[in-house]
């Protein structure tokens, strides 16, 4: 198992830039993040002290640099697994969205910094009310109906990690895959796939769902990364 060390802070720009300067099995956990960012360059908002900020760091060094591109998708089997404890019915949209009831509970952006890989997780926990932007999105735990305290949270996610990061490491992603298939909610629903904000869908049609070597099959084209966009019936 990983022996954490976690540093809580109060405030911070954003908990994924503080860990780049830390080592493998630093957890940076803030209470507020002034400049938080979600994947594609969008932000992540979150009022302070009532939802989990953490981004947590991994060794990758010695892992093939194609199984390293489905660790994000680890992450969030590992979220799940530990939110499982607080709520029912959750899925993961690929490639890192955790949502309960089609609605977002939870978000990771995982990056790249040298030998390490740092997992960002935001998970809406006491959060009662969200910015108007997102409100029909987004939900939290506390709406959910758990009462649960954001340490709780933390600490569930990180023994979790720290389980599937050990089974990635030794068997890889393949040996994890049957767990995707009952948390898969892209699988069967139309989508177009995107690689950045404002460009053409880089694959549209029904999704075949998440695959053995981590890319979402979608009309017979592998996708590696991106966003998805769920066409509405
Ligand atoms: C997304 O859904 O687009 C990803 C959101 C990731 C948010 C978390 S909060 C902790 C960490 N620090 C950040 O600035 N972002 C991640």
Redesign the pocket.
Known sequence: MINWRVFQIEETP????LAKCGRPGDVFC?DF?T??????D?K?L?TKGKNL???VVLDVSGNDPHEVATFPLVVGLAVITALKRYALDLKLKWP??ILASDK?LA???CERNNDSLIA???VNILERSFPAEIAARATSLAILGAKTAICDVRDSILEEISRYYEIWSKDGFRSLWKHFVAIDYLKGREVQIFEQDDALPAAAGICSGIQENGTLLVNNVQIWAGEAHVKLG
């Open positions: 954003s908990t994924n830039i803030a993040q400049a938080g960012r979600g994947r594609l969008h992540w979150s900020m953490m981004s890192n969205d977002k978000g990771i952006l960002g997780i935001g």
